[in-house]
């Protein structure tokens, strides 16, 4: 792990990280809405269309797997990650329609060492993923565990 971008102490409030774009596909909503979220907006155009959310629009749990993929491709597999306790705050704020291109980005709201485990810090982010018409689609905040450079050696 000592080679990798991202520790502890490379983080601080106000950094941004972009995340990338992601174009999304009708197949790719209904692909992961029969494995996972079984509801008709999610699987049938008509059906969404039918629905407040306007068309065939990806579960909420599939735009956060998106925003996942998109923080691992971005910086997670170049940092000490360890992990994180949790999400502290989520909200899915417009749909994602089949044909969106969404574009993410990170702001380190706050960094601290643990007081229990030297070596390791808690990086508090934000995330914010637009659609292609700047519309917020999806709000996140949590915290990431991040080994210090030293502590990853």
């Given at each position: 792990?000592t ?22 596909t ?32 990806a579960?909420?749990w ?8 998109m ?5 997670l597999?170049?940092s000490?990650?360890q992990?994180?306790?949790g999400?502290?705050?989520?909200r ?5 329609l089949?044909?969106?291109t969404l574009?993410?980005?990170?702001t380190v709201v706050?960094?601290?060492?643990s ?10 982010v934000?995330y914010?993923?637009v659609n292609?018409?700047?519309e917020?689609v ?10 210090a450079?030293?502590a990853?050696?």
């Amino acid at each position: 792990m000592t080679a990798k971008k991202w520790a502890f102490e490379d983080f601080h409030p106000g950094l941004t990280i972009e995340l990338g774009e992601k174009h999304v596909t009708a197949a790719e909503i209904v692909e992961f809405a029969r494995e996972f979220d079984f509801q008709p907006m999610h699987l049938d155009e008509e059906a969404g269309k039918a629905s407040l959310l306007g068309g065939l629009s990806a579960s909420g749990w599939h735009t956060c797997s998106m925003l996942m993929r998109m923080m691992c491709d971005a910086f997670l597999l170049d940092s000490t990650s360890q992990g994180a306790p949790g999400i502290d705050y989520l909200r899915w704020k417009k749909p994602v329609l089949a044909g969106d291109t969404l574009k993410a980005a990170s702001t380190v709201v706050a960094t601290r060492a643990s007081s229990s485990r030297p070596g390791l810090g808690f990086v508090t982010v934000r995330y914010n993923i637009v659609n292609q018409r700047g519309e917020t689609v999806l709000e996140m905040q949590n915290s990431g565990m991040f080994l210090a450079r030293g502590a990853a050696a």
